[in-house]
């Protein structure tokens, strides 16, 4: 499956934006989904996560309560709506795709899709 991720910008800090990720393919529904971010510097870390149906969401303790993913299977699409944004949220946003859910929503190497990125700025 090919993703491509799209939505990101320059923010102000408390402001919004949401980000998209649509996969290539028919079998949309059959991939766990999640969304990784990477700042300068520092290592790729876990953002939130989405199970097959949508049914099973899961965030980090640094976007919890301000980020929501969600999914539309019919328009193979996986959203991250981005709210009260603070400039620690700097950094390149990845959706990922697991084939086969191995349990573990968290760890990037579980993944085996990868889009190619898309730029979150918040400023101050």
């Known amino acids: 499956v090919q993703l491509q991720a799209s939505g990101g910008g320059l923010v102000q800090a408390g402001g919004s934006l949401r980000l998209s990720c649509v996969a290539s393919?028919?079998?949309?529904?059959?991939?766990?989904m999640g969304w990784f971010r990477q700042a300068p510097g520092k290592e790729r870390e876990f953002v939130a996560a989405?199970?097959?149906?949508?049914?099973?969401?899961y965030y980090a303790d640094s976007v919890k309560g301000r980020f929501t993913i969600s999914r539309d299977n019919a328009k193979n699409t996986v959203y991250l709506q981005m709210n009260s944004l603070k400039p620690e949220d700097t950094a390149v946003y990845y959706c990922?795709?697991?084939?086969?859910?191995?349990?573990?929503?968290?760890?990037?190497?579980?993944?085996?899709?990868w889009g190619q990125g898309t730029q979150v700025t918040v400023s101050s």
């Open positions: 989405i199970s097959r149906s949508g049914g099973s969401t």
């Open positions: 393919g028919r079998t949309f529904g059959n991939y766990f």
């Open positions: 990922a795709a697991q084939s086969y859910y191995s349990g573990t929503y968290y760890v990037p190497e579980r993944y085996d899709y």
